[in-house]
Nanobody, 123 residues
Framework: QVQLVESGGGLVQAGDSLIVSCAAS????????MGWFRQAPGKEREFVAA????????SYADSVKGRFTISRDNAKNTVYLQMNSLKPEDTAVYYC????????????????WGQGTQVTVSS
């Protein structure tokens, strides 16, 4: 069982940057691949980014590539998503996901999920 708690969401303007965090309550954090997904109003949940247990390789959705960066600090049991050059289209609830295998995230799903944190980007 893995408990995931996201934080850091908020209201920002287009072009701003924001970092969301995901804290995991497991002593085996370093063995999990981690990822971020998001769900905009009226739309399906979509994949954003993923990272292996070792911190590499990483994977990004085309819509965020070059703007978002996923990273992890295994000593702090935390994964981060740094979001730069935010667009109104990035507005969504961002969810953290953990998976036993990186391939699970590459298949655009996860084994454990957080409650989500709202990111709203105004124009």
């Amino acid at each position: 069982q893995v408990q995931l708690v996201e934080s850091g969401g908020g209201l920002v303007q287009a072009g701003d940057s924001l970092i969301v965090s995901c804290a995991a309550s497991t002593r085996s954090f370093s063995t999990y691949a981690m990822g971020w997904f998001r769900q905009a109003p009226g739309k399906e949940r979509e994949f954003v980014a993923a990272i292996t247990w070792s911190g590499g390789p990483t994977s990004y959705a085309d819509s965020v590539k070059g703007r978002f960066t996923i990273s992890r600090d295994n000593a702090k049991n935390t994964v981060y998503l740094q979001m730069n050059s935010l667009k109104p289209e990035d507005t969504a609830v961002y969810y953290c996901a953990a998976a036993l295998n990186f391939g699970t995230l590459l298949r655009r799903t996860g084994d454990y999920w957080g409650q989500g944190t709202q990111v709203t980007v105004s124009s």
